[in-house]
């Protein structure tokens, strides 16, 4: 049996010189504060497709007047008793705190806290076969519920009991990642996302890091190298079905999103690995040919010698975050963004396995403006948004791009002769000591 322990992985990275974080930003899941700004002001100003993508959000779903079914025990797998009941909620209280992130009504923020409150007060139990799925899945979407409602709801009073419930009832399931089963990847990826999205509510780092170093260099199937298996982007799933492929590829983005908010960049991680199965699952499910090599997974358990037409063209609601986080960072994702702009695809919507509401959250997201001043301090937050004013004595700005494990800073020519950039945990990512015109180095991030 392989098991590898957050703590051992974290030995491993260490070791190996691979990216983690130095300590976690809050609300720091799949949306921050400057995201929270940034989309509440694009709803404020009727701008599309946000506007649209927000009325849809508000016309269905959770209301405000939310009530959960909560169950002491749930079963995934066997006989399913309470499933539909956690996978719901799970997924109602996500829509809910989008709902306050879209209008700042603090009413629906307390509802997704009552959902949280419900099932951290009497669920203490989940089995079946399929458990571990399941716990990876559900528990990603409860996980960044709750970083949101903390944020909401800064005295929530049962916010502890909250994090007792992700400790002690979905982690034990998925802290190694599902490999007890040797399963496919998706398993793995639901797991490892399910995981990073806990370790930031609970403010645990070197859970994060370890899930982190997992994706990285992972033994089983979800890690990045061993799900998306070349350069041409075929993944391990390929040959099963496009949905549990989409699936796998959907929670790798998920993890790293959350772990690009952290400063992490694992969407560049071995030459742009997740952009290149990203971009052939697009294209495949598009009606395009793509290569398909005959495979066998790392376990040597599941084997294809053909893609699979099964449920060809049929979309998950993974595509907004995964364009967009290309497009913010300048890179082409051509097939990515043809799926996105596929009509009826948009305004995206959520279910029980993606968070989905992209078309709301991460359209027109840049992260990119940084304010620099004389001899002070522009501080930046983990995508690299600004989060101080404009001061009147700014000296200039920039944009913020990651590559390659480092950050950069490409500034405009600048008045000061010195300036300062660091970011919100008070790291500085670099000292510039001459005015200059061009692309200046950052430490590394």
């Not at 799949?30 to 694009?42: G, L, P, Q, V």
């Not at 033994?219 to 040959?239: D, M």
């Not at 079905?241 to 908010?261: K, R």
């Amino acid at each position: 049996m392989i098991k590898f322990r957050a703590q051992s992985m974290l030995a491993i990275g260490i070791f190996c010189g691979l990216a983690g974080a130095q300590g976690l930003v809050h609300p720091g899941g799949w949306h921050t504060a400057a995201d929270i700004a940034r989309i509440r002001k694009a709803v404020g100003a009727g701008q599309e497709p946000v506007k649209s993508a927000s009325a849809r959000l508000l016309g269905s779903g959770p209301r405000a007047d939310f009530r959960p079914s909560p169950l002491a025990t749930v079963s995934r797998g066997t006989d399913n008793t309470g499933n539909a009941n956690l996978a719901g909620n799970a997924s109602q209280a996500y829509a809910l705190m989008i709902k306050w992130v879209a209008t700042n009504d603090l009413a629906y923020a307390d509802a997704a806290i009552r959902v949280l409150d419900g099932w951290s007060g009497i669920f203490t139990r989940f089995t079946g076969t399929d458990a571990r799925l399941g716990a990876g899945i559900y528990g990603n979407l409860f996980a960044q519920a709750a970083e949101l409602a903390a944020y909401a709801r800064p005295l929530w009073p049962n916010k502890a009991r909250a994090q007792s419930m992700f400790r002690n009832v979905f982690l034990p399931l998925i802290v190694n990642f599902s490999q007890e089963q040797k399963p496919n990847g998706n398993w793995e990826s639901a797991a490892i996302s399910g995981v990073i999205s806990m370790a930031v509510f609970l403010d645990d780092t070197v859970l994060f890091n370890g899930a982190v170093l997992y994706l990285q260099a992972g033994a089983g199937n979800g890690s990045i190298n061993h799900y998306i298996i070349n350069a041409q982007g075929q993944c391990q799933e390929s040959g099963r079905d496009q949905p549990h492929a989409m699936g796998g590829i959907g929670h790798i983005v998920e993890a790293a999103e959350t772990a690009w908010n952290q400063g992490v960049d694992l969407y560049s991680f071995n030459d742009k690995r997740l952009l290149a199965g990203l971009e052939y699952a697009a294209k495949y499910n598009l009606g395009n040919t793509v290569p398909f090599a005959s495979h066998c997974d790392i376990y040597g358990k599941y084997c294809a010698t053909s893609i699979s037409p099964i449920n060809r063209g049929q979309f998950s609601p993974i595509w907004e975050m995964a364009y967009n986080a290309y497009r913010r960072m300048g890179i082409a994702a051509p097939y990515s963004k043809q799926v996105r702009d596929r009509p009826g695809y948009a305004p995206e919507t959520g279910n029980n396995d993606h968070p989905g509401f992209g078309t709301l959250t991460f359209n027109g997201a840049t992260g990119s403006t940084v304010i620099v001043r004389p001899g002070g301090t522009g501080l930046i937050d983990g995508r690299g948004a600004a989060s101080s004013p404009i001061a009147s004595t700014q000296a200039g700005s920039g944009r913020i791009r990651n590559g390659s494990g480092r950050v950069y800073v490409e500034m405009g020519t600048l008045s000061a002769a010195t300036f300062t950039i660091a970011d919100v945990r008070g790291r500085i990512l670099f000292n510039h000591l001459s005015s200059a015109t061009g692309e200046t180095p950052a430490l590394p991030r």
